[in-house]
């Protein structure tokens, strides 16, 4: 039966093209979609881990120190430094600036430590921070070694250029020195949204808290909810489309291929042989149209405003998802060819 | 292929519905055909001959009655025993061939037997024999599309023989042939029927009657001859004729109460009418050698005379139909002027 529904697949294949290319445009889609959802997260892992922190100390009842409004002073540093499993800590100020004149300003992240500190920041090109006044920029800025960048009216020297430091929507970021950050923030008072620790405080002093790693990833990964609940959504939707176009082009198989089944069925074929072709069909559509969805994202891909990631258990998902719903979409083809009555065959003309 | 597999039909009905009412265009046959034998199913349109080859195929469950091939009870197979009986003891060649569009010549021929499980490559050697039986081993790769009627119903003979069954069922295998391409389709046919098959042709095409070993006629045959007008009395609900009864003729009343009532699939009746004295009824089966559309009893003590067309329209005159009135099957009664 395979052969059978191979050969009516090559029969129609102008169809089989035309639904193919537009069932793997649209898991194109989906799998791009995924893809964003995937890089969103990853970069607020990633970001988290570049302090090299053990864990992060906030004003009580705030949230993490990448998105809270609630700074704390930095000299509390000191004496959490002196908490108990507590090795070292570093005040850091983390917010959202822009960078460049009226004409061409960019939204950036700005995260200011102390140069030397164990907070280094990641640097692929050049070097770390030494003192106010230096920059370490995501080359994603597309600034370079030497330049002089503006954030916040503070004139900025590039010193160092480091890879994959977006977060949030893909906005690229810059490590100053915390001098410079508190005087962007908070007009030079010496204030901190958190203080990154080495190693874990046992006990804090009053008005403080202790966040982990994983808690600070869980309040950055908070800003996204909506917007990936948004695309999941629109990714289901893009699921359902694909079933249509799958389901629309077998059962069209089926129902023009009625007297067939009804003449395979009266010379003893069974009702599971024919299913069997017309999931066939489906499986080998929705392969099909898989392969033009990863062609599809890779082309698309660099036309992303932010870097897309498409690691390989997304394709692997998307395999599943494309089976999954060939299969049901094939479903009222499948039906349609179970009803078909042998009598059929003996039909004239 | 099996040798002694003669076949037996038995008292034979199929009844189904039509419009909510009961057809039965199988009532009742017995036929017996021995192994080798080319038979037609000779009728008009609608007389049943599709019906009985696809009861024969195992395709239709007939209402009552028994059709043996051979050893085997085909009445009664469902499951594996069905399907391997479509596998392996019947050939079919459908009406309009057919054909699977997509696959070639060979392909449509291998299709039975890669069905049956047959491995790809006896499938192609078998399919190759049997196109080249059929003179077509020089189309096995073209596609129905690509081949004339004569050609694909060559084709659709030759799957028919993909199992070399026992039994072979045509439907109507001169239907899209001209006189040229019927010649090759008549002459296979009358060749596939040797000892150990069995080959059934159901057609009105009158061309193939010097083929036949045995012809079926399924439809009535007008009643010609002449024959003196016959009285008949009938007690209350005695029935006259049944519906799907072969009618020769028509009926006049004179005395009592003719009832005609038409059977429903949920085997309650529906009385159509009743005529009395000096009316005719069931004047279009004599007229046009069909079976009765309705059942004719008696209401009451009811005498009637029965007449060939021929007489009636002796004694009457040619007053059937002249109202053209619209007058169910014919048997709704009309009084003689």
């Known amino acids: 039966m395979w052969l059978i529904s191979l050969r009516d697949l090559q029969w129609r294949l102008r169809r089989f093209v035309i639904a193919v290319v537009a069932t793997g445009l649209v898991f194109g889609m989906s799998l791009l979609m995924a893809g964003s959802v995937f890089t969103l997260y990853e970069d607020g892992r990633r970001i988290v881990r570049s302090f090299g922190a053990d864990a992060w100390v906030v004003a009580e009842g705030t949230s993490g120190p990448f998105t809270t409004s609630s700074p704390i002073p930095a000299p509390a540093a000191a004496e959490v430094a002196r908490a108990p499993g507590v090795t070292a800590a570093e005040p850091v100020v983390i917010f959202q600036s822009t960078v460049g004149g009226d004409d061409a300003l960019r939204d950036i992240n700005l995260i200011g430590y102390r140069p030397g500190s164990f907070v280094a920041g990641p640097v692929t090109s050049g070097r770390r921070l030494q003192a106010p006044g230096e920059t370490v920029a995501d080359v994603e800025l597309g600034v370079d070694l030497g330049e002089v960048v503006s954030a916040g009216g503070h004139d900025l020297v590039v010193v160092g250029l480091a890879e ?37 405080p046992d006990a804090l002093p009053e008005g403080l808290r202790t966040l982990t790693n994983e808690q600070v990833v869980a309040d950055l990964d908070r800003l996204l909810e909506s917007a990936v609940q948004t695309i999941d959504l629109l990714n289901v939707l893009l699921w359902i489309v694909a079933a249509g176009i799958i389901g629309s082009m077998v059962y069209l198989s089926a129902l023009e291929r009625s007297r067939d089944f009804a003449v395979f069925k009266a010379t003893g074929a069974t009702n599971r042989g024919l299913l069997a072709g017309l999931v066939l069909q489906a499986v080998v559509l929705s392969a099909a149209a898989a392969v033009v969805a990863t062609i599809v994202a890779w082309l698309l891909k660099p036309f992303f405003a932010f870097t897309v990631e498409i690691p390989a258990p997304i394709y692997l998902r998307l395999c599943v998802v494309v089976l999954v719903v060939g299969l049901l979409a094939s479903l009222a083809g499948l039906r349609r060819a179970v009803k078909v009555e042998p009598a059929l065959a003996f039909g004239g003309g | 292929m099996n040798a002694g597999s003669d076949l037996q039909i038995s008292d034979l009905t199929i009844a189904y519905s039509s419009g909510g009412y009961e057809a039965r265009p199988i009532d009742g046959l017995d036929l017996h055909v021995s192994s080798g034998q080319l038979v037609l199913l000779l009728g008009a349109s609608g007389c049943g001959k599709t019906t009985l080859l696809s009861a024969l195929a195992s ?17 009664g197979l469902q499951g594996r025993a069905l399907m391997e009986y479509r596998r392996f003891r019947v050939g079919v060649v459908f009406q309009s061939f057919n054909l699977v569009a997509s696959l070639t010549a060979s392909e449509n021929v291998q299709a039975p037997l890669r069905l049956a499980g047959v491995s790809g490559r006896r499938a192609r050697a078998r399919a190759e024999e049997l196109l080249g039986r059929v003179d077509l081993s020089d189309r096995l790769q073209h596609r129905p599309g690509d081949l ?5 119903q060559r084709v659709a ?19 899209h042939l001209d006189y040229i391409q019927v010649d090759g389709v008549l002459r296979l046919l009358r060749g596939l029927a040797a000892p150990g098959r069995i080959v059934i042709v159901a057609t009105h095409d009158e061309r193939l009657l010097p083929l036949a070993d045995r012809i079926v006629e399924l439809t009535p045959r007008k009643a010609t001859a002449s024959q003196p007008p016959r009285q008949r009395s009938l007690g209350d609900r005695e029935v006259l004729f049944r519906q799907g009864d072969p009618g020769d003729l028509l009926y006049v009343v004179d005395d009592g109460e003719i009832e005609l009532v038409r059977h429903l699939v949920d085997g309650t009746e529906e009385i159509l009418g009743s005529v009395g004295p000096g009316t005719y009824f069931g004047e279009l089966a004599p007229l046009f050698g069909q079976r009765r559309s309705a059942t004719a009893r008696a209401a009451g003590p009811t005498t009637v005379t029965g007449y060939t067309v021929t007489d009636f329209r002796a004694a009457h005159g040619d007053v059937i139909g002249s109202t053209g009135q619209d007058r169910p099957g014919g048997d709704g009664g009309q009084a003689l002027e």
Not at chain 1, 166 to 180: E, R
Request: aromatic share 6%; glycine share 10%; net charge negative.
């Open chain 1, 164 to 200: 994959q430091v977006t977060w949030y929507f893909g906005q690229p970021t810059l490590f100053v020195a915390l001098d410079d950050a508190q005087a962007i923030a908070f007009r030079g008072q010496p204030l901190a949204m958190g203080v990154a620790t080495a190693g874990v």
């Open chain 2, 157 to 175: 003979i030759a799957r028919a023989l993909a199992h070399d069954p026992p039994l072979v069922l045509a439907d109507e295998p001169t239907a």
């Open chain 2, 148 to 152: 004339s009627g004569g050609q694909a």
């Open chain 2, 59 to 75: 395709i239709l469950a007939p209402t009552a009655g028994s059709i043996r091939i051979g050893d085997t009870e085909v009445t």
